[in-house]
């Protein structure tokens, strides 16, 4: 660790110049934030290499060196993360912390009676941006036939989460397992289908994942008129070369990790950087991760989404979380007093 401290010198003369941010900010100390000295370091500090050599920026290629020879220990890697990183609180706490996981799903890759609803690829002509058919029109057959589907699963609602989650892992009859990835949206803005109900008279505790399939189920007409009221579809593409033992692929184009990873809006966190999440509810935790996803209704500095893994009881544990709590950046040294000066 002794380069880390040659190194932050360095750091600090090499400020970039940063822009201030739209909402408020506030450099806080480690010892403000609630259960640091008992989290196990290391386990962010492998997250954290995953995608390290992605970041870009003056403030990040330095620490991005570092990261590879900091040593393994929880110890050594609390002391990279304090060194090099200052925490940053960004809005105004209560966060919202939903999860997602990895689906594992029955399929079919050809259609049968049992299994006759189909994970569509992006439409060729679909460019990046582009508003396309919305959901509605799509479930109604506007790209039946074209020979876009990759694979058919048994449940409609299914195939919906899935759509949500943006990956899973599909066994097929002979035992062959197919993982699918996000590969593209319609571009149509995601709405929740919770709040549509709660819109329609349910109340906050009838929301969950689990009760909406429930509901959906239980009233296949309504079911599917509110599945509709979503207008964003997401494509997939099959992750033929990923391999069994890795994490679904996040948006920085590398598998994230069960716990470790955390899905959040780029506008406001930067893809790659460590967050502190204080997570109160049932089952609070307090855990250093990685920003490393995205999500079409994660917006905003003090909202984010855990991913929990792969599997039927991650899904059960992820579909139950909405919790409040608070969310802290972890930005370079340099990057993070540049908001302060600027503010």
Known sequence: MARLRDALHGLLLGAALMSAPAIPAQVLSFQDLDGWAQDDHSQALATF????????????????????????????????????????????????????YEPELKGSLTRTPRYAYPLYRKPPELAEG??????AAIEAGGL??????????????????????????????????????????????????????????????????????????????????LLNSNPSFVFFRVLDQLPAESGPIGAMGRSITSLRSVAIDPDQIPLGAPVWIEKDG??????????QDTGGAIKGAQRADIFYGTGFDAGEAAGRIKDGGRLIQLLP?????????DG
């Open 49 to 100: 290499r995953i995608t390290c050599p992605l970041l870009q920026g003056p403030d990040w290629r330095p620490i991005c060196n570092l990261a590879a020879d900091a040593g393994t220990s929880p110890a050594a890697a609390r002391q990279f993360f304090e060194l090099l990183f200052r925490p940053v609180l960004v809005g105004t706490p209560p966060a919202l912390f939903t999860g997602y």
């Open 130 to 135: 582009q508003v396309f058919h919305d959901r």
């Open 144 to 225: 039946r036939g074209r020979g876009l589907e990759i694979v058919w699963l048994d449940d409609p609602v299914e195939v919906y989460f899935l759509q949500v989650q943006g990956s899973g892992r599909i066994r097929l009859p002979d035992g062959r397992v197919m993982r699918v990835g996000y590969a593209g949206k319609n571009g149509h803005p995601y709405r929740s289908i919770g709040q549509e109900l709660i819109r329609r008279g349910a109340s906050m505790a009838d929301v969950s994942a689990q009760d909406i399939k429930a509901w959906v189920r239980a009233n296949p007409g309504p079911g599917r008129q």
């Open 282 to 291: 049932r089952q609070p935790f307090r855990r250093l991760m990685i920003a």
């Open 333 to 341: 040294i340099d990057r993070a007093y540049a908001m302060m000066s």
